[in-house]
């Protein structure tokens, strides 16, 4: 894969975004996910992640939607799929989604 100046604008705000998600600052991460989709509603990780985010917030409507979409731009990414499914299964005391 082509290594661009667009890509690598892309890929600082994605790590600063999933580091705040890993450390458990949801909101912050919420919002480095949504600002990255905000230039590029098509980013499949942002939604991907952003997804997560909401699951684990305990909206899994949304959750479910932004899934689906990032499945519909890249179907053989096994960790979205991975989250998708835990969507599917009762909630426990845990956040479930990887």
């Given at each position: 894969m082509l290594n661009t100046p667009a890509m690598n604008q892309l890929t600082e705000p994605l790590a600063?975004?999933?580091?705040?998600?890993?450390?458990?600052?949801?909101?912050?991460?919420?919002?480095?996910?949504?600002?990255?989709?905000?230039?590029?509603?098509?980013h499949v990780d942002a939604l991907h992640y952003l997804g997560v985010v909401l699951h684990q917030r305990g909206d899994n409507e949304r959750a479910a939607q932004l899934l689906d979409r990032a499945l519909g731009l890249a179907p053989d990414?096994?960790?979205c799929w991975s989250n998708r499914g835990m969507l599917e299964q009762p909630r426990t005391g845990g956040s479930g989604a990887r």
């Open positions: 600063a975004a999933l580091d705040l998600h890993q450390a458990g600052h949801m909101a912050d991460a919420e919002r480095g996910y949504r600002a990255i989709l905000a230039e590029h509603p098509d990414d096994t960790a």
